[in-house]
């Protein structure tokens, strides 16, 4: 690999990088380092985050992007009222693993929402990466999805939509997105251990 090829593109990336760009990068590695900490403040710190977005992939032609960011924002509010109002004493909500239906059940959603998205931006947008840009944002609805329900499983949906996120934004033009998913791939993957040994107290509590 060119290194000093590599080092040039990432900072000509960051010359051109605009202030929304830097906010909801911020607010974005916020929110999932609150997320891993199971803190409520993964919700508004996310929502600032992913409203900027909203605006910078429809000047970036990243519709469903665009459109899962939408979806982020309203699954933000629903994740805030059910972890502001849980279920056990103790006033947490736990973190649990999906059940044998859950897991059949997001699976079919992630079926069913990237086959949506493929036909809806191939066949009636401009995008030039359709293929890419259904994937990340399938694997992120069911990541988010399973973030409000405090599912472990919702991490090994975010390490899918980082990891191929990094490509994705690179060849868009956009770097520090580009590294932003890969420190979030770190970050979910511990995320993923901590929520691990969550579920683990949970499940040695309830027994």
């Keep these: 690999m060119d290194f000093e090829w590599l080092l040039e593109s990432i900072l000509a990336g960051i010359a051109e990088l ?3 760009e830097v906010i909801a990068v911020f607010f974005g590695i916020a929110s999932v380092i ?13 929502i600032i985050s992913t409203i900027i977005y ?10 469903a992007d665009m459109g899962i960011n939408f979806y982020y924002t309203a699954m933000s509010i629903y994740g805030w009222y059910l972890w502001s109002r849980p279920a056990t004493s103790n006033g947490e909500l736990p973190v649990t693993w999906l059940s044998n239906s859950g897991i059949v059940k997001s699976i079919g959603l992630l079926l069913v929402s990237y086959l949506a998205l493929y036909l809806t931006l191939a066949n009636f947008t401009d995008s030039d990466v359709p293929y890419w840009d259904s994937f990340t944002t399938a694997t992120a609805f069911v990541g988010m999805w399973l ?7 919702n991490w090994i949906a975010w390490i899918i939509t980082d990891l191929v996120s990094v490509p994705l934004y ?8 580009a590294f932003q998913f890969l420190f979030f791939t770190v970050l979910a993957t511990i995320g993923l251990f901590s929520w691990i040994k969550s579920a683990k107290k949970t499940t040695a509590y309830a027994s």
């Excluded at 609150?34 to 996310?46: A, D, E, H, M, Q």
């Excluded at 909203?54 to 519709?63: F, S, T, V």
């Excluded at 690179?170 to 997105?177: D, E, I, R, S, V």
């Design 147 to 153: 973030m409000a329900k405090k599912k472990v499983e």
């Design 18 to 20: 605009s202030l929304l």
């Design 34 to 46: 609150y997320s891993i900490k199971k803190n409520i403040l993964v919700f508004p710190t996310g």
């Design 54 to 63: 909203i605006y910078i992939c429809l000047k970036y032609k990243l519709y």
């Design 170 to 177: 690179w060849y868009k033009g956009l770097p520090l997105t």
